[in-house]
């Protein structure tokens, strides 16, 4: 296992977690479907084996003193399982995860969780473990090592189950896909190309009608306002008739290349990939994000061989242009 020594002067990103994890600890970050995922064996860090209804799993404990090393071959997503020890003495646990992807783009996210009474660990008998909360991570082409690390703010040891899925589409094998409800149209011009967003805030969510089974790639942009300073981190949330399906959280960073057409007192954020897949059937779903005062730009995308599934609408009005934008 690697040391962290010199990964530690990133204190001043932490005082912004705890806000994070506050916010984090009702909601449920598993995605909104199960993917077709294989387990990542190869795995620089401690093993050991937790029991999860009786049955032996592997997971990859991360101490305060410790990084845990990935290295995965993009197109990729990466999911991270995520549990977390219990102090005896609360029911709940709030933590987090620091990644670095090939040594410099960092990414904080955080949760919260309560005791999963079928997880044990048999080595420490007495020790809580919390149920598992998932964090998807966009690997671009080519190889990349991405570094796991427990924040200066959290006090508990973690435990980690690593799973890949196969990205084998390029771009160019997406469509844009549009929505079929939304608050405002909104331009942006990106290296000299316009492309076409959709404004959502927590009391106006974007409505998407799919056919699955299909997945849906999105692209998030924070709309920053002169009251905010630094990175940003906001939650984007795919709800269907009222049930929260999925909220995943998303750190903001403002964009070097994209602009509004029009003078504004806005500053578009660095766009943000996130992912969630489609069972089959018609769906009409709600995608916002529950954090109050921000306003947030989203587009949409669909793999090409899955437009076949709108038999309802055909492809007309559903398919735009097919890069992606950021």
Not at 15 to 31: D, F, P
Not at 140 to 149: A, K, N, Q, R, T
Request: hydrophobic content about 35%; some cysteine.
């Amino acid at each position: 296992m690697c040391n962290i020594t010199s990964y530690i002067n990133l204190h001043f990103k932490f005082s912004r977690l705890i806000i994070v994890l506050v916010l984090s600890l009702s909601i449920n970050s598993v995605e909104l479907f199960a993917a077709e995922w294989n387990l990542l064996k190869e795995v620089d860090g401690e093993k050991v084996k937790l029991k999860v209804n009786n049955k032996s799993r592997s997971y990859w404990i991360l101490e305060k003193q410790d990084t845990i090393s990935v290295k995965v071959i993009g197109p990729a997503s990466l999911k991270a399982y995520c549990r977390a020890a219990l102090s005896s003495k609360r029911p709940e646990v709030l933590f987090g995860l620091l990644s670095i992807m090939d040594g410099n783009d960092r990414k904080l996210v955080g949760d919260g969780a309560s005791q999963d009474k079928s997880v044990r660990y048999p080595k420490l008998s007495k020790q809580r473990i919390s149920y598992a909360r998932s964090f998807i991570y966009d690997i671009p082409s080519g190889e990349h090592e991405m570094l796991f690390i427990v924040p200066h703010e959290v006090k508990k040891s973690l435990y980690l189950r690593f799973l890949v899925s196969s990205n084998v589409e390029d771009e160019r094998s997406w469509i844009a896909y549009l929505p079929r409800g939304f608050q405002d149209e909104v331009r942006l011009v990106i290296k000299e190309r316009e492309y076409i967003y959709y404004r959502s805030d927590s009391s106006n969510p974007i409505e998407l009608e799919v056919i699955g089974p299909t997945r849906i790639r999105g692209v998030a942009r924070l709309e920053f306002d002169p009251t905010i300073r630094g990175d940003k981190s906001f939650r984007i949330q795919v709800k269907e008739n009222d049930k929260v399906l999925s909220t995943q959280p998303i750190t903001a960073r403002v964009s070097a290349v994209a602009k509004y057409p029009n003078a504004s007192v806005k500053i578009p954020a660095r766009g943000e990939n996130f992912y969630f897949d489609v069972p089959s059937g018609k769906h009409l779903l709600e995608i916002h994000t529950p954090d109050i005062g921000i306003s947030i730009l989203l587009r949409f995308y669909i793999p090409q061989k899955d437009l076949g599934n709108e038999q309802s609408t055909g492809q007309n009005g559903r398919a735009g242009a097919t890069n992606f934008g950021n």
